[in-house]
């Protein structure tokens, strides 16, 4: 309990000092609680707004999305605090590992959505940040901190919502982007969208490619290391129709498709590379009867997934397609209402179902790989917000999950590795969560909080034996879900209306996370044979501090520090391991930025990005160098309806690695031309 006593003090220690500083003039009051009234979703799953949140919410609006350096939406991610964001070769890696208060590596132990529609794999628990095309995108919001109480499994670090765009309320608006940059990439997108009476439509086409960078060092490549490429194409759909003037519907359309090489080539023409055919539609319902709001979404993703596999080890030569087809869908109801007189209770009902085929055909020899499951879910959820004389506010929350997992099989033709049929197995949990928030007075606040999560098994860790980031596993139907609970202590201060900093501590002790055990060698390629068991406990503690001052109508700045401390406490089958830390959790992270904004010269932002070094294995033995980054991005209207934009990522051409032998892209400029009617 050390780190929870020392997150403790520091909190009282700077709430102390917080309440001695004098408030800013009366004149600007008003102004300021203005500025509070901004409205979330995702923290509470209806419409609150944040100065009633007992939580650590970030919003990210369009604004800022605009301005910020970056390729891929978790590129702009990087820069706020309690994130890691892993994505080795920029953007040519396929996807990113994304993870919030030092979670580690392990898949789906952070919840994606998009619309509030959950966005994680159940075969693989990764969302695919490739689908995300920032052009597209409203708004984002980041809780912090265990949301299972709302959301169920994989909301441990909490939940990032990636909210679209609407339409305008206007009957045209077109917008033309074309860019071009590093590595002769190019990519053009198109958007149209407008509101004719109480029909709305969006549609956006974004097409990019690159001829892409050799990602292995220079005193590493063999003949076979070539650069890695990639070509995509990205439609994304949504209409509205206001039904009454209290109720809409809308319907959303993605469909996505990928091709991209990993960087080696041996005998196989194309060498390795992966593609992705998604394609995703979604529905949603919002109204109000009375006092009672309504939510009901229902959703579709199928994705087919390719991988062209070929190696050279002692002298072997390996060739296999892996040929995978996803499937997730679900629905969602609940409803919103006045409890009582100082009270508004949300009682909802969730179901997701996932299922995958996945088969490995080897080409240099008879031999197929086959696995498949199917897993499901039933929860019950409620939320109560209590607001007690404007300063007192409670939330209490409580989700019960019942999973399934079942038709589990895999299957070797080669004898290898044994075939099987797997027995059903299902799991249960309630996570409840208490929040408090004490409002000082106008300017400060206080909240508190304490919250369990768990993450179920996915469909890989139950049913697929293979290769998973560079180790070979045996499937391990006999795994419970991760459980952690969380406590956390924060502050909130505006010093005036452009000045604010909050400061938020949190401890989380951990049991049953996933460790890979060795249990023997691979018979097909004489390689250790690994398998995930719950075997772990895990403390997670740590400080984050944030401010952001509008220094005036044009100057502005922002900071933020993030201390994180993911200890591994015990692990029975390796005592070595335990005071180890969780592979690819910095100790230290620090971002802060300046920005420069005026409508008849330019916008400029410069972002200085610090990441401490990390471990890349759960031995710490495989360590990787901190580094300094630095971004920039400029832009500037042409005449009424044109702008260009310049985008320089790593300006000083830092070397480093966020994988093993695997280089950064170093520094990448793009250029664009962007028109708007």
């Not at 439609?235 to 959303?252: E, H, I, P």
Request: proline content about 4%; overall charge negative; charged content about 30%.
């Amino acid at each position: 309990m050390k780190g929870l006593r020392l997150v403790v003090a520091l909190v009282g220690i700077i709430g102390f000092v917080l309440g001695q500083v004098s408030w800013a003039e009366e004149e600007k009051k008003e102004e300021e609680v203005i500025k509070l009234e901004e409205v979330v979703v995702t923290a509470t799953r209806r419409q609150t707004p944040l100065k009633d949140i007992p939580a650590c919410v970030t919003v990210i609006t369009r604004e800022e999305l605009e301005a910020s350096s970056g390729m891929r939406v978790d590129d702009i991610l990087r820069k706020y605090a309690g994130i890691d964001i892993r994505r080795p070769s920029g953007f040519l890696s396929h996807s990113a590992t994304v993870s919030l208060r030092g979670m580690g590596e392990m898949p789906g132990r952070t919840l994606i959505l998009l619309d509030g529609i959950p966005m994680n794999k159940s075969d693989t628990g990764n969302a695919n940040w490739d689908l995300f095309d920032v052009e597209d995108i409203e708004r984002i919001e980041v809780v912090r901190g265990p949301a299972s109480a709302l959301y169920g499994s994989s909301a441990m670090g909490g939940v990032i919502n990636i909210i679209t765009r609407k339409p305008e309320e206007k009957p045209i608006n077109l917008k033309l982007k074309s860019r071009y940059g590093s590595w002769r990439t190019w990519g053009t997108e198109g958007t149209i969208d407008g509101k004719s009476g109480k029909l709305g439509y969006y549609l956006s086409y974004n097409h990019l490619e690159s001829d892409g960078y050799n990602p292995t060092p220079a005193e590493d490549r063999t003949p076979y290391d070539i650069k890695r490429d990639l070509e995509e194409d990205h439609l994304w759909t949504k209409f509205t129709y206001d039904l009454t003037d209290r109720s809409a519907l809308s319907l959303g359309y993605i469909h996505f498709e990928d091709e991209r090489g990993e960087g080696e080539k041996i005998y196989h023409p194309d060498g390795v590379f992966r593609s992705w055919d998604t394609d995703g539609v979604n529905l949603t319902y919002k109204g109000s009867w009375d006092s009672f709001d309504w939510v009901v979404k229902g959703f579709y993703n199928e994705e087919d997934y390719f991988w062209n596999r070929e190696r050279l080890r002692r002298g072997r030569y390996t060739r296999y397609v892996v040929d995978v087809k996803r499937k997730d869908a679900g629905v969602t109801v609940q409803n919103s209402f006045p409890f009582l007189s100082w009270g508004i209770l949300t009682l909802g009902f969730d179901y997701k179902y996932g299922s995958v085929d996945g088969k490995d055909d080897y080409k240099t020899e008879i031999k197929i790989v086959k696995n498949e499951g199917k897993q499901r879910t039933f929860s019950f959820f409620f939320n109560d917000e209590m607001k007690i004389k404007e300063k007192l506010i409670f939330h209490l929350g409580g989700r019960y999950d019942w999973t399934e997992s079942y038709d589990g099989s895999f299957y070797d033709s080669s004898g290898f590795l044994t075939s099987r049929d797997y027995k059903d197995k299902s799991w249960d949990e309630f996570s409840p969560r208490l929040g408090i928030l004490y409002r000082l007075n106008e300017f400060t606040s206080l909240r508190a909080s304490i919250g369990k999560a768990f993450r179920a098994p996915i469909l890989d860790d139950l049913y697929r034996s293979g290769i998973f980031r560079g180790k070979i596993y045996a499937a391990s139907p006999e795994l419970d879900p991760e459980k952690l609970l969380t406590y956390e202590l924060g502050i909130d201060h505006y010093f005036t209306e452009k000045f604010w900093v909050r400061l938020s501590s949190y401890y989380t002790d951990a049991e049953d996370f996933f460790y890979p055990i060795r249990i023997g060698i691979d018979p097909g390629t004489s390689r250790d044979l690994y398998q995930r068991k719950n075997v772990g406990e895990v403390e997670i503690y740590g400080v984050e501090l944030e401010s952001n001052y509008q220094i005036d109508s044009c100057w502005s700045t922002f900071f933020n520090l993030t201390w994180n401390k993911s200890e591994i406490e015990e692990f029975s089958p390796d005592k070595t391991l335990e005071g180890k830390d969780l592979e690819y959790t910095p100790r230290v992270k620090c971002n802060f930025g300046i920005s420069f904004s005026h409508p008849r010269i330019c916008k400029v932002q410069v972002v200085g990005r610090y990441v401490d070094e990390m471990y890349a294995d759960p031995e710490n033995e495989d360590r990787l160098d901190d580094f300094f980054t630095v971004d920039l991005k400029l832009s500037r209207k042409i005449g009424k309806y044109g702008e260009f934009s310049l985008d320089i990522m790593n300006l000083f051409d830092e070397d480093y690695e966020e994988y093993p032998e695997s280089e950064a892209p170093g520094r990448v400029i793009m250029g664009a031309i962007t028109l708007r009617y």
